[in-house]
């Protein structure tokens, strides 16, 4: 009785690489919101004026936050949104992740 032992290749996976991120910090003189759009200006190498509005992005709520603050690193809070292709996570401290 011989052994047969059969290799079977297991099929690959294509992935595409991560996609970087980048931080970008708001100052306590901008709201949020100015500088969401700042940052996703930057990335695209255009001037501000050139992107569509933050308010077709975003629920009214969510929009009242980013406009209504300043970095506040007291609060705990974040939240994400798709934004001009943009993955992008605002946190209370100012900080904003770009993907």
């Not at 996976?13 to 709201?31: C, H």
Request: charged residues 25%.
């Amino acid at each position: 009785m011989s052994n047969v032992t059969e290799t079977v290749e297991s099929p690959t996976r294509t992935e595409s690489p991560p996609t970087p991120e980048v931080r970008y910090e708001a100052s306590n003189e901008e709201t949020l919101g100015n500088a969401v759009v700042g940052a996703v200006a930057a990335e695209e190498g255009v001037e501000e004026s050139e992107l569509n509005p933050l308010s077709g992005a975003l629920y009214p709520a969510a929009e009242n936050v980013l406009f209504e603050n300043t970095a506040d690193s007291a609060d705990d809070w974040f939240f994400s949104f798709r934004y001009h292709g943009y993955d992008l996570t605002v946190r209370a401290d100012g900080t904003i992740l770009v993907r």
